[in-house]
């Protein structure tokens, strides 16, 4: 009797490791899933980010852009300024000659 008793351990015992084993079968599956979802969802926050990266750097192209643009403008601007005030300047010259003159 003393060997079914051992016997019937034995099989309860399996029984129990068989449903643990079971039991960490499903979690490691269901870890399994998780981790391909968030490997996915890694992906596609790389990729997002690659792209907010590449739009960054196109921004900042076209604001260096900008700023030469601008930079330029301001110095036409000066140049144009200086060029006017060197026609008014003659033009206030010419006409003191002719008032002078007369």
């Known amino acids: 009797m003393v060997d079914l008793a051992k016997y019937e351990t034995l099989i309860s015992d399996l029984g129990k490791l068989e449903s643990?084993?079971?039991i960490?079968?499903?979690?490691?599956?269901?870890?399994?899933?998780?981790n391909?979802?968030?490997e996915v969802s890694l992906n596609e926050i790389q990729q997002d980010k690659n792209i907010l990266h590449q739009k960054i750097s196109e921004?900042?192209?076209e604001?260096?852009?900008t700023k030469l643009k601008s930079e330029e403008k301001t110095k036409l601007n000066s140049e144009?300024?200086?060029?006017?005030?060197?026609?008014?300047?003659?033009?206030?010259?010419?006409?003191?000659?002719?008032?002078?003159s007369d």
């Open 20 to 22: 643990q084993v079971e």
């Open 24 to 34: 960490l079968k499903n979690k490691y599956a269901d870890t399994v899933g998780r």
């Open 36 to 38: 391909k979802e968030l």
């Open 59 to 61: 921004m900042e192209s």
């Open 63 to 65: 604001l260096e852009e």
């Open 80 to 100: 144009e300024r200086e060029e006017i005030k060197i026609k008014i300047r003659n033009l206030i010259s010419r006409i003191d000659k002719h008032l002078s």
